[in-house]
Nanobody, 125 residues
Framework: QVQLVESGGGSVQAGGSLRVSCTLS????????MGWFRQASGKEREGVAG???????RYADSVKGRFTISMDIAKNTLYLQMDSLKPEDTAMYYC???????????????????WGQGTQVTVSS
């Protein structure tokens, strides 16, 4: 059974940084692809960043140059480093596990079969 557990969310002022983590069990990072998604109140869930087993990364235009996705295969943990945060980055952030290459599946949430419970990120102006 695949389980994904996010942590590291919180509140920060605009311009600040946060790092969210996602620890996986029942799933091997080295075999498949992962993604970070977010959902703001009243909005649809959107892809933020994706990564696959060979390290290929993809980002939403809105976060390019500010967010960095990475993974520690030995710890089976996925990370999202968020810098230069803006109030519009406020949302619930989810990690998700998918199969295939990141270019095939990101940023469509329907291509990811397993999800964590989410962690809240709030950016104040």
């Amino acid at each position: 059974q695949v389980q994904l557990v996010e942590s590291g969310g919180g509140s920060v002022q605009a311009g600040g940084s946060l790092r969210v983590s996602c620890t996986l069990s029942g799933y091997t990072l080295s075999d498949n692809c992962m993604g970070w998604f977010r959902q703001a109140s009243g909005k649809e869930r959107e892809g933020v960043a994706g990564i696959d087993s060979d390290g290929t990364k993809r980002y939403a235009d809105s976060v390019k140059g500010r967010f960095t996705i990475s993974m520690d295969i030995a710890k089976n943990t996925l990370y999202l480093q968020m810098d230069s945060l803006k109030p519009e980055d406020t949302a619930m952030y989810y990690c998700a596990a998918g199969r295939g290459r990141v270019d095939w599946v990101f940023p469509d949430p329907s291509n990811y079969g397993s999800w964590g419970q989410g962690t809240q990120v709030t950016v104040s102006s």
